[in-house]
């Protein structure tokens, strides 16, 4: 992650520092206990190579081995980002606001996933907005790498080197991690260069994490710190498993380490990837619905994410759902609440089919529907002409989690009907004609049919207020 981000409690960064001490058996005395034969050895012994201690015939179990393996593939990576700041000097004695440029440096990790094409996979949030990327090998070479593509919403994002002679890691199916699995964290924290944590995974499936997008996180206790995101989480056999992207302490990162920290699962990042080689986006569908949070009284299902308006055209009015169903699973995953639907939506592939528990009064129903096409951007002149020249686009997922609504003014065409209305790159859109607007499906349920006059209630940076489009 970069060091310039701000400091929350989830520091994006990367995993932790644990060891792999749990489970091997060292003697005080210096003389190896005496090994019964492997049958009866428990199945917990870490299967960790064999290193011979200088002077004597003695064996030490050592990963070295199997990160000797895995090192190459990962890749110190740092940023530079021109910022146009005003002087306050040349202010305060009447020069007015001369804006000055000044260069903001980060730094992160990244992992060689294509040896071939030299792919690299990292967190969107180490090279987002940066203008210079440079990528630092393990051998000492450096390169200038070419964004390929990013993703906000999971935090990935890929970028490409014109290198030869690299050494890709491996992926493993992450699907088949499970608690209590050792897992070795590879990164760069704090830029001093490649450095090796441990652990085990402490956690599969993690959400509920405000400001960091859709969630499926692995959770581990490997020490993760600033400039590890982007970095890898390996399994012992040096495969793959997980992108580290964050870590959590309720004090900030300068208050170090509590163990806990999170990776976004190499499935997940991998599929990823092939859609932003593909399309250049992630392509995600929705069920066309808008729900909320519920809590039954009556504790007849507990929490779930009642819904509050089914779409026309939609998968889920296709399925049969109502407003006022509450769905509590979904695929097998409960759903506790609205944002837990949501994100199983944005996980999920564009098609998937998803299998609904609802309770619909005193009943139980099940319910297929299948995910459709969710556009990330609209053309202004498609809901409405008086919004023509304007990009439309929804705010990122890590927004909405704070309970942020709205519609972003994404870009505004010069000499437009929109930019003649005056409407601003950057502005949110809250309301129209005095409805609340939570999203792109909203905005768009709201224009189906073009009304006689469009008021719009926007947010423009620290203002809000009402515009009238003609």
Request: hydrophobic share 40%; proline share 6%; glycine share 12%.
């Amino acid at each position: 992650m970069a060091l310039s981000l701000r400091n929350l409690s989830f520091v994006l960064l990367c995993t932790a520092t644990g060891a792999l001490a749990t489970g091997i058996y060292f003697t005080q005395s210096g003389q190896s206990p005496a090994r019964k034969p492997d049958a009866e050895s428990p199945d917990w012994i870490i299967p960790a190579a064999q290193a011979s201690t200088p002077g004597s015939s003695q064996t030490m179990p050592t990963l070295a081995p199997m990160l000797s393996k895995v090192t190459p593939s990962v890749v110190n990576i740092y940023t530079k980002q021109r910022v146009r700041v005003n002087n306050p000097i040349a202010e305060f004695f009447g020069g007015g606001r001369i804006p000055q440029e000044r260069i903001q440096q980060s730094l992160g990790s990244g992992v060689i996933v294509d040896a071939g094409r030299g792919l690299i996979l990292t967190n969107n949030h180490v090279v987002e907005g940066a203008d210079e990327v440079s990528v630092i090998l393990s051998d000492g070479r450096s390169f200038e790498a070419q964004p390929i593509g990013s993703d906000p919403d999971t935090d990935i994002a890929v970028i490409r080197i014109p290198a030869e002679n690299l050494t890709a890691l491996p992926v493993a199916d992450s699907s088949k991690l499970r608690v209590g699995d050792y897992v070795v964290a590879v990164g760069n924290p704090f830029g001093l260069g490649q450095t090796v944590t441990s652990g085990i995974v402490s956690a599969v499936g993690r959400s509920g994490l405000q400001g960091l997008g859709y969630q499926n996180f692995i959770q581990t206790d490997a020490s993760i710190n600033p400039g590890n995101s982007g970095g890898a989480l390996v399994n012992l056999n040096g495969e793959l498993v997980g992108i580290n992207v964050a870590s959590f302490n309720p004090r900030g990162s300068a208050a170090g380490n509590i163990g806990l920290g999170f990776a976004i699962p190499a499935n997940l990042a991998k599929e990823i990837m092939r859609q932003l080689m593909a399309y250049g986006e992630v392509r995600r569908g929705s069920l066309g619905l808008d729900a909320e949070n519920a809590q039954a009284q009556n504790g007849s299902y507990g929490k779930g994410a009642m819904v509050t308006r089914v779409y026309r055209g939609s998968p889920a009015e296709a399925a049969g759902i109502r407003p006022g169903d509450v769905i509590v699973m979904a695929n097998g995953q409960r759903i506790d609440s609205a944002d837990a639907l949501s994100n199983l939506e944005g996980l999920l592939p564009l098609g998937a089919p998803v299998r609904l528990e609802i309770v619909r009064g005193n009943q139980r129903l099940n319910i297929s529907a299948q995910l459709r096409a969710s556009p990330s951007a609209l053309d202004g002149g498609q809901l409405d002409p008086r919004l023509a020249g304007a990009v439309l686009i929804d705010l990122p997922e890590r927004y909405r989690q704070t309970g942020v609504r709205g519609v972003i003014i994404n870009k505004v065409g010069a000499g437009s009907r929109a930019d003649k209305n005056g409407l601003e790159v950057g502005d949110r859109i809250l309301v129209v004609n005095r409805q609340k607007v939570a999203d792109l499906n909203a905005l768009r349920a709201l224009l189906a049919q073009t009304p006689p006059k469009l008021e719009l209630g926007l947010a423009r940076g620290r203002q809000s207020g009402y515009l009238q489009m003609r």
